[in-house]
Every structure is written in C-alpha cells, then in structure tokens.
C-alpha cells in the first residue's frame, strides 16, 4: 500500500468519455448521465483500506445525492490479476454485500483512470450539469487510524454548492489513499 494523493485534475476539464461494463455486464458510458444536475465519478476499488475506511458512508452519501438529481459512479480501475480481491466478481459481491446503489465499474485496460489522471483510491471527481469539472479533493479529513469522523463533510459542501447553484469552494485539499494498482509497464507519466 503506497499513500498517495490525488493529481487535482484542472478545474474546468470536461468529463472524459468511457464505455464501461458494470457488475451486470452492462455498458455504461458518460452518455447514460445527460440530464442529471451533477455527476460524481469516484475510482475505487475493493480491498483498499481507505476505501474501506468510508465505504458505509460513501454508500449513505450516494444514495441522499442521488434522490436529489446527482449522478454517482464507482469506477475499479486496479490490475485484478496480481488484486483478485478487485475482480469483477468480487466487485459484485461489494455492490450486494454495502447496498451500493451507483454502478460499479470496472476499468480494465486502466485506459479510464489515466485520462482522468485518476491516482488513488478514493479519488473524487465532481462534475457540473455540463459535465464540466467543478470539485476533486477528499472525501473529509478522516482517514484510517486516524480518529477523525467519517463525515464526507468536504465533498458534501462541494455537491450542497453545487446542487444549489451556489460558489463551489475554493479550497480543496487532496483526496488520499492507496495507489491505483497499475499493470506492469502501464503506469501513467503522472505516477509516482
């Protein structure tokens, strides 16, 4: 486990495309959130001790923003095969076994996580109604062994702003976590 932080993509960078399959098999891409008044993007994975740390409230979180209009979408981007934890298969078992209510994809080419510069996981990104990025930093200051609260009090100011068409804030601290677990030899110029 390295700790890593998040790359704070450019603010104003639009949503990167993807074509995805869910824990059904489905295929998801960008296209299937038109309409909704915001979309957060979130790379995470199964096994990471960070992700685990906040997955009870990130499920809580998900399922308040989506009755109000917010689009919510987990994205594994993780080498499944030296992290079997982070298969498919384990994916779906995360989607029954923490009532995720947001598709649950899976990156495998990690071609997804490289052009959102994605770095760790969690990693946050929050978009506008034009798909437009408007927030990417922390979940909240808790973080493993650490004894804050879990309150996901940061990114919820970010989605209350934005959900009300109020100033999104200016400051946005990092998200941090483990890094994404990349194939040998694909590792992004942007890591490490």
């Given at each position: 486990?390295?700790?890593?932080?998040?790359?704070?993509?450019?603010?104003?960078?639009?949503?990167?495309?993807?074509?995805?399959?869910?824990?059904?098999?489905?295929?998801?891409?960008?296209?299937?959130?038109?309409?909704?008044?915001g979309?957060?993007?979130?790379?995470?994975?199964?096994?990471?001790?960070?992700v685990?740390?906040?997955?009870?409230?990130?499920?809580?979180?998900?399922?308040?923003y989506?009755?109000?209009?917010?689009?919510?979408?987990?994205?594994?981007?993780?080498?499944?095969?030296?992290?079997?934890?982070?298969?498919?298969?384990?994916?779906?078992?995360?989607?029954?076994?923490?009532?995720?209510?947001?598709?649950y994809?899976?990156?495998?080419?990690?071609?997804?996580?490289?052009?959102?510069?994605?770095?760790?996981?969690?990693?946050?990104?929050?978009?506008?109604?034009?798909?437009?990025?408007?927030?990417?930093?922390?979940?909240?200051?808790?973080?493993?062994?650490?004894?804050?609260?879990?309150?996901g009090?940061?990114?919820?100011?970010a989605?209350?702003?934005?959900?009300?068409?109020?100033?999104?804030?200016?400051?946005?601290?990092?998200?941090?976590?483990?890094n994404?677990?990349?194939?040998?030899?694909?590792?992004?110029?942007?890591?490490?």
């Amino acid at each position: 486990m390295a700790r890593t932080e998040s790359t704070m993509l450019e603010l104003g960078t639009q949503a990167p495309d993807f074509n995805l399959p869910d824990t059904n098999g489905n295929q998801i891409s960008l296209a299937n959130f038109k309409g909704a008044k915001g979309m957060l993007v979130i790379f995470m994975c199964n096994h990471c001790p960070y992700v685990i740390h906040l997955r009870d409230a990130l499920a809580e979180l998900a399922k308040q923003y989506q009755a109000n209009g917010l689009a919510v979408i987990g994205i594994n981007s993780n080498d499944a095969s030296n992290y079997p934890d982070d298969s498919p298969e384990k994916m779906a078992e995360e989607v029954a076994t923490q009532g995720y209510t947001f598709p649950y994809l899976y990156d495998e080419s990690q071609a997804v996580a490289k052009a959102y510069m994605a770095a760790c996981t969690p990693d946050f990104f929050l978009f506008d109604a034009e798909q437009t990025l408007v927030y990417r930093g922390q979940f909240d200051d808790s973080r493993p062994r650490n004894e804050e609260p879990v309150t996901g009090a940061d990114l919820r100011a970010a989605i209350d702003a934005l959900l009300n068409s109020s100033a999104i804030p200016d400051e946005q601290k990092p998200s941090m976590g483990c890094n994404i677990k990349w194939k040998e030899g694909n590792e992004p110029s942007y890591f490490g």
